[in-house]
């Protein structure tokens, strides 16, 4: 196994360090700045980085002989990895890219005696250097891959990468989760199997195979889909590395369960009615479109009832509009409740109420809205303490639609039930008048 | 005058009168430490007590100092031992105060710590420096004096977190012990009977260990004599330092 430069930065240590018998020997990264890192050392010490700016090791022509320690301005550390005082050092440069300054530095506490071998020292100079180099070379990657990965796994989305070579592919921790596999490198065609069976998984799984089949053989192809995971959401965009199929391919997956929830919630809350819960007016007008579309096309009847709490001036003046508010909650769950899944019933405004239905036959209006009238009569809605005696009355016109009905057919059905709503208050309340 | 960990150089402020008046005085921040704090400290160089070290000989240098008399508190007192070892002709006194070699236990030695405490106290630093420091401070001034603890505790805020947390686990991480036993300069201990941070032992095994030390034990108690009890600090001083007065 070929040794890693740091092990063979210590055997080269090692190596001069007897060859020339040396106290300490070390390989030292200097940049141009004079900031040293001691990268190995003989023998072995952990050193922290110094700055040799000043000592004087560098203000000189090197030759192969060793000169005074005492002339130079050696770090603390390096004096401290020493028995004693140096007597003796000789610096061999062996310059790096971006760290112009390296090389070895030999240091003898007693005169060295003059062995041959110190003369030759410097023939390992060039390994030193390329030594120190494909050092700086690993650590320089390490570093960038380390980089890489924080970021991958930074991304709140769960990445799948195929490279353009259709050999490898990288995924991340998130990735990895959902696929259940490991995070990291695989092979492209170990991730195949993963991929299909999740989206096999998928609640929409059908849709999607429709989706991507239409992209089979398009290496270019970019697309943006749900995959329905049980309970979860995850949108999945994939798209050519670089917009190139040809550099690969990526896919992101990113759990938008929560904004497609709030997304519905805040929906929701724009269209019903804050106190009853109901839809709100406008909604009504929305849903009352395409309720009446529908029957146009079925030729059905459609009843329209309006609805109106009797008295109820009067229920907030004696009671109090929190009272007044529970008494119109009461009444907006007594209707829903008496009405059918397909019927729209809207709080229309105050203390009026809407209703759209479709019907089979006209008598069918009328019943309806007297099981409406009854639920809310007969007993009375209890607030606490209190037992309130509520009543409505009811207004209903009805219309058989046909492709000729007119575009203003919901207004002219709220004008026509609005009028028998009235007269039902005339004729004394708590009662229905079909128009 | 080389202040210690958590302090900056106003920490001399009751001795510095006296000082003056019979010397010539230099004293500065450590890196990592006082206002500009952030600026001088490299995570890597002084990762070490060494990198404090070259920083102490480059002043000197600057200065064109030589012989000085070296006053360091807590970690500073080894930072002036390395540079004494490296560079006698700079230093003729070393006076530490609160001085240690090593902070963790030993086979045959007593620093007072523990790896698993020393993990703990790492933890909390970095998970709550504010928290942190509130009960630090205290423990460390050692004696009831809410000025010095509330003094300490600035000066310790000024540090930025992450240089704090590197700088207690380059001290306490540190073993010096090696170069306490060569020390060429002649040393003269000072220390309080109670030191949370330095036992009793710490200052009885340097004065054997060094080639030339005295210790003085003052009357006193907590890491920060020389705020706390500068009058007993001083009278040391005196009878110490007596011949080189000029």
Redesign the interface.
């Known amino acids: 196994m070929t040794p890693s430069p740091n092990e063979a930065l210590y055997e080269l240590c090692g190596f001069a360090r007897v060859a020339c018998e040396a106290d300490l020997v070390m390989a030292l990264e200097v940049d141009d700045a004079g900031r040293a890192s001691p990268v190995a050392s003989s023998p072995p010490h952990d050193f922290s980085s110094f700055n040799l700016t000043r000592s004087g090791l560098f203000d000189i022509e090197w030759s192969a002989i060793p000169d005074a320690a005492n002339k130079y301005r050696l770090p603390t550390a390096v004096v401290h990895a020493l028995p004693e005082m140096p007597t003796s050092l000789l610096f061999v440069p062996a310059p790096v890219e971006h760290a112009p300054r390296s090389g070895l530095l030999l240091l003898w506490t007693r005169a060295p005696s003059p062995a041959p071998l110190i003369e030759h020292v410097r023939l390992l100079a060039s390994s030193v250097a390329s030594t120190l180099a494909a050092r700086r070379e690993a650590v320089r990657q390490v570093a960038m891959r380390d980089q890489f990965n924080d970021l991958l796994e930074s991304v709140p989305s769960g990445i799948v990468l195929f490279d353009g070579d259709g050999q490898s592919a990288m995924i991340n921790e998130r990735a990895a989760a959902l696929l259940a596999c490991r995070p990291g490198s695989h092979r492209s065609s170990e991730l195949a199997a993963p991929m299909r069976a999740l989206r096999e998984r998928c609640a929409n799984h059908a849709e999607l195979e429709t989706a991507y089949a239409a992209q089979v053989g398009n290496v270019h192809y970019a697309a943006t889909q749900h995959w329905v995971l049980g309970e979860r959401t995850y949108e999945v965009d994939t798209h050519p590395v670089s917009g190139d199929g040809q550099h690969g391919r990526i896919w992101l997956f990113t759990d938008v369960t929560a904004e497609l929830r709030i997304a519905a919630k805040l929906r929701g809350l724009a269209q019903s009615d804050p106190l009853t819960g109901l839809p709100n007016r406008r909604h009504f007008e929305e849903q009352a479109a395409q309720i009446l579309t529908a029957a146009v096309a079925a030729e059905h009847t459609v009843a329209l009832l309006m609805v109106d709490v009797d008295h109820f001036k009067q229920i907030n003046d004696t009671h109090g509009h929190p009272v007044g508010d529970a008494v119109l909650k009461a009444v907006a769950g007594r209707c829903s409740d008496v009405l059918r899944d397909g019927d729209l019933f809207a709080r229309f405004g105050g203390e009026e109420f809407i209703g759209l239905l479709t019907i089979t036959t006209e008598h069918e209006a009328a019943v309806i809205a007297e099981r409406l009238r009854n639920a809310i009569a007969y007993t009375p809605v209890l607030i606490g303490q209190l037992a309130i005696t509520v009543s409505v009355s009811v207004g209903a016109a009805t219309t058989r639609m046909m492709s000729a009905t007119s575009g203003e057919v919901l207004e002219s059905l709220i004008e026509s039930a609005d009028a028998a709503l009235y007269r039902a208050k005339q004729n004394g309340r708590n009662r229905v008048t079909i128009a | 005058m080389s202040h210690g960990f958590g302090t900056d150089q106003d920490a001399w402020f009751a001795l510095r009168p006296w000082v003056k008046e019979r010397f010539d005085v230099i004293s500065f921040d450590l890196a990592g430490c006082g206002p500009g704090g952030a600026e001088s400290y490299?995570f890597?160089?002084?990762?070490?007590m060494?990198?404090y070290?070259?920083d102490l000989?480059?002043l000197i240098?600057e200065l064109g100092v030589q012989g000085c008399v070296y006053i360091g508190h807590s970690m500073s007192s080894m930072i002036g031992a390395?540079?004494a070892?490296?560079r006698p002709e700079l230093f003729s006194r070393l006076v530490m105060i609160g001085a240690s070699p090593r902070y963790l236990n030993d086979d045959g030695y007593l620093g007072g710590f523990e790896q698993e405490g020393l993990d703990q106290l790492f933890a909390s630093m970095a998970a709550n420096f504010q928290a942190w420091v509130a009960g630090f401070a205290p423990m460390v001034v050692g004696v009831d004096d809410s000025e010095a603890v509330a003094d300490f505790s600035r000066t310790l805020f000024q540090m930025r977190p992450d240089i704090a947390l590197n700088t207690s686990r380059t001290i306490f991480g540190s073993d010096m012990r090696?170069?306490a036993r060569?020390v060429p300069t002649p040393v003269h201990l000072i220390q309080t009977a109670a030191d949370v941070a330095v036992p009793l032992q710490v200052g009885e095994w340097l004065a054997a260990a060094m080639p030339n030390a005295t210790l003085d034990v003052i009357d006193a108690s907590g890491h920060l004599p020389h705020i706390t009890a500068p009058n007993e600090v001083r009278r040391i001083l005196e009878q110490r330092l007596a011949g080189l007065v000029s």
Do not use: V, Y
């Open positions: 490299d890597d160089r002084h990762g070490s060494f990198g070290a070259d000989i480059e240098d390395a540079a070892c490296a090696n170069t060569r």
